[in-house]
């Protein structure tokens, strides 16, 4: 079991690009969620997966942010058009449907300048 | 926004003394759950008590819920240096999914 892992670790953009944030949940788990956290903030929910399934989104995901999860494992978060308010970690996480504890990836730093 | 709030935000104590940190939430709840952040990284699930409980512990760790009082308190006794990170409660809000985190408490264990 090597845990939740995201990738890249850290990416710095320049406003307006488009950047794209990958992570590969516990093989086991059906569910997955991102959230995004700024600093000296705690966790806000963006979305979740339930196998290919995207099952809620909150309002907090714009227009401009889309999350996929084609086959049911790795799941991929695109932001387009980023602002400097992007700027933040973004926290991927994996659960079994029907457990409540979910397992943390160790997040994505986006920076956009 | 955020559920809940959390109190203190930030707490400094000599190792060996004991932690304590409260949290707020304000909708209806099927469970609670207690996360560590250490600086800069993912998070990692300590500790979960359900709606129907009132006390849980876990090693060096104990957990309180009131339930009528939409409150939750976690407890670390003895402390260690490696204790120093950031703790969130989180809520899932009569949800089977999403987590509801509070704004977190900054731990800090002096040697």
């Known amino acids: 079991d090597t845990g939740v892992s995201q990738n890249p670790r850290h990416k710095i953009t320049k406003r307006g690009q488009n950047v794209t944030f990958r992570c590969d949940p516990i093989?086991?788990?059906?569910?997955l969620y991102w959230y995004r956290q700024t600093l000296g903030q705690g966790p806000e929910f963006l979305t979740y997966f339930q196998n290919e399934a995207q099952l809620e989104k909150s309002r907090l995901l714009s227009d401009r942010f889309s999350a996929e999860r084609p086959k049911g494992s790795f799941s991929t978060l695109e932001i387009q058009r980023t602002e400097q308010g992007d700027s933040a970690m973004y926290l991927c996480a994996s659960s079994l449907a029907g457990t409540v504890e979910q397992y943390f990836g160790p997040g994505t730093r986006l920076t956009v300048t | 926004s955020q559920q809940g709030e959390e109190d203190p935000q930030a707490l400094s104590i000599q190792e060996g003394e004991n932690a304590t940190m409260n949290c707020s939430y304000k909708t209806s709840i099927n469970n609670l759950q207690w996360y560590r952040q250490n600086s800069g990284r993912g998070l990692v699930h300590l500790i979960l008590i359900r709606s129907n409980e009132r006390e849980k512990h876990s090693g060096r760790l104990r957990v309180t819920l009131d339930t009528s009082k939409k409150s939750s308190s976690l407890l670390i006794t003895a402390s260690r240096a490696a204790d120093t990170a950031s703790y969130f409660c989180?809520?899932?809000?009569?949800?089977?999914?999403?987590?509801?985190f509070g704004e977190g408490t900054q731990l800090t264990v002096n040697p």
């Open positions: 989180a809520t899932d809000g009569g949800s089977r999914s999403r987590l509801t």
């Open positions: 093989s086991e788990h059906n569910r």
